[in-house]
Structures are given as structure tokens and as C-alpha cells.
């Protein structure tokens, strides 16, 4: 192909419109063109900056919960389980100031709960989150909307799947602190708990320590992908840790693309 | 009351996508916030002629009309800046207003720039990188042949490529300050 048949492809290529004969023929054009390469780079580079600077709004939960009980017919059906604890926290937190305000402090100052090992310090954050009206930032089962959602606010990224095929659906995810870095937590559901998983790079040898009880939650550990993946839930143990084990080793979900 | 089962089971599902539409056409969050709720009330309505296609895009275009429909009731000088015959006028007269627009975001940063993008810029931009939405999908959501999609998509890079941190990775731009 000549530069004049290639050029006004280069978008829709780098848009993944063009069939993939004519995508190939694109890309040995652009390799040895001196107008095209620098051309296709920075249409590159402008659409991985795009993806990762421009924030996406999530909408405010109040809107959320408003559109909800004008919508749906509350009366007819209790609220859904995911619900009930959600909207639970945050109407203690509104209907009380002092609540409200106890709360922020318990943030402010960090772990809650006795111990400092890092099993006590997620069961503190998992509580925190489930009580509060913070248990998602982004609220999406949609794997492809929640990771970039994280890679844009830390300085790594994960792999993010949904595993509702195995009974696991994703809720979201959230930002959370851990040893004074920010760390990511997806959110996901089995029947009526909540499982939260925090995700950080790999940086301890020690192997993982075996599902145990902390405060009446169980905690399970994995290795995989170059990651530290730390799960929290009331959710029977063994269940736990064997969901917690093939969400490190990307074996539930579909693949991620 | 079905609607309502289906209400919630193929639009609030969308709501964040529908909602960073909203906010980001309408910058304000109040504002994005009564967009979203009237897109809503329409998705009720007709939430009985949503068959088997993709809920996302079908409410994005009912968030998307409910947003021009605000916008001509509470702005409409706005609007008229951004008629389409105004912009495409843009194209074809000499370098003037084109170039105006290019000054317009070159200091800014790229969020900044695509805050500042003409609407039916910015509408592509975010459907596209935001959404990773095909073509088609947004041709259809913003009411344009593909053509008009791709040559809007074009011409708000061109726009947010004149921005000054992304001339630095310019290759033209080599050797420049920073």
C-alpha cells in the first residue's frame, strides 16, 4: 500500500475498524514510512492518553438510589440484597451527623480492629467499606469499564474479570490504602456477601498463608499474574479461597482481552 | 410490573455510562444529574421497544437527546454555537476560525481540551474513548451517517493533537521546549 491509501486509514485502524488483511498491509506500510510512523504514533499516543487521563464519571449513588425508588416498585419487593447493605450504611451515615462524623475519623486514622498484621488491617478496611457508602467507586460488572478506571489512579494495573459465569458477579471497585499505598479492591458478590479483593504488586516472598478467621470474616491470600491478591468476606473459607485462587491465576470469567 | 424489573435490569445497569455522557456534554453535575433523570422518565416509556439490541447504546441515545433537549430549553445560545453548519463552515473557509479553535486548545492540558471541544466533537470523543464504541454504534447514537463520525473523530484529534502536551510527543515537534 502507498502512503495516500494508507493515510486516511491510520484512524480507523488505530480505532480497530479496519479488517485485518488491510490492517497488516497498514502496518508493513508504517513501519519502513517516514510520514506515516510518526503520523500513527501519535494518533496512538493520543488514544492511550485519552483512555487514561480522561476521568469517567460514575454516577453519584444518591442519583442512583433516587432513580431506583422512583422506578422500581420498592413496595412490591424488598430491595436487593447488594442493596440492602449499601444503602444501610449510608443511611445510618445520614441520618446521624455524629455517625457520620465517627466514621471519617475511623478513615482518617487508618486500620481499625486489634492487631496491625495485614489480615486484621483488610478486615478493617473490608468493614469500613461495607458500612459505609464507599463500598464502590466505580460501579460496574463491566470488566472493561473498571480496570482502565483503575490503571488511571494507580501506578500499576490489574486484571480485572468478571466472574459472574462462576456465581461471582463483579460490583465495582475502589481505592483503598494499604501500608500507606494506594492499592485496588474489586468488589464482588456471591449470593447475598460481599467479597472484597485487594490487588497490589507482588512484593513479599513469603508464600501465602493458608485461609484463616479474623473477627468472624475469613481472609485468603494468592499469588499470580505478578500480583498479591488478598480476599475478604463473610463467604464460607473454603469457597473463598478457591474463588480467591482462580481469580489470581485468570481462570474464572472470560478472558480478559 | 415488568417495565420496572426490565428498567433495572437493562437501563440503571448503564447508568454510570450514561451518566459520564451526560456530564461530560453538559460539564456540571447538577445539570448531567436532571439530563440523566429525564433520560430515565423516556426510558421507561419506551423501554417495551428495547428488543434484543445492546441496552448501553439504545440509552445512551436517549441520554444524549434528553442533553440537547435541556440544552435548547436552559442554553440555547450555546447551541446555536454549535450547529453543525457553523462548525463544518469551519473546514472549508480558509485557516481562519479553524485555526482560532486550534489556539483555543493548544495550552490546555488534554483534559482540559476535551472540555473545551465543540459539542459534536466532544460527543464523538467520549463515545470513542470513553465507551469504545464502534463506529456504527455511534453513528447511530449521535444521528450522523459513519461518515460524519469519522470525519468528527478526525478533526477533534487534530484538535486535541494541537494541545501542548501531546505536541511534545509530536514527532514535528522534536527538539522543541517542552
Known sequence: MKCDEVAPLLAADADGEV????SHAIRKHVAGCAVCGPRQRALLELQQRLRAELPRHAAPAALRARLRSEHSPAAARPPAP???WRWFGAGL????LAAGLVWAASLALGPVGPGDDLSGRVVGRHTQATLGQHLV???SSDQHRVKPWLSARLDYSIPVSDAAQAGFPLVGARIDRLDGRPVATLVYRRRDHVIDVFVRPDATAAGPPAVHAVRGFNVAAAKGADMEWLAVSDLRGAELEAFLQGLARGEVGPPPE | MPEHAEFERRVLVHLDAGYNLARWLAHDARDAEDVVQDACLRALKYIGSLQGEDGRAWFLTIVRRAFYDWLARNRPALLLHDDESAVDALADEADGPEQALV???????????????????REVIVLRELEQL???????????????????????RRLLQASAPLRALDGRAEGREP
Not at chain 1, 451515615?93 to 446521624?96: E, M, P, Q, V
Not at chain 2, 490546555?108 to 459539542?119: D, G, I, M, T
Not at chain 2, 459513519?146 to 473523530?153: D, F, P
Request: no cysteine.
Open chain 1, 19 to 22: 479488517d485485518s488483511l488491510r
Open chain 1, 82 to 84: 447488594e442493596l440492602r
Open chain 1, 93 to 96: 451515615l445520614t441520618g446521624s
Open chain 1, 137 to 139: 467507586q466505580v460501579a
Open chain 2, 103 to 121: 489556539r483555543k486548545t493548544e495550552r490546555l492540558a488534554l483534559v482540559e481540551a476535551v472540555a473545551a471541544l465543540p459539542l459534536i466533537f
Open chain 2, 134 to 156: 464502534s463506529y456504527k454504534e455511534i453513528a447511530r447514537i449521535a444521528e450522523v451517517p459513519i461518515g460524519t463520525v469519522m470525519s468528527r473523530l478526525s478533526r477533534a
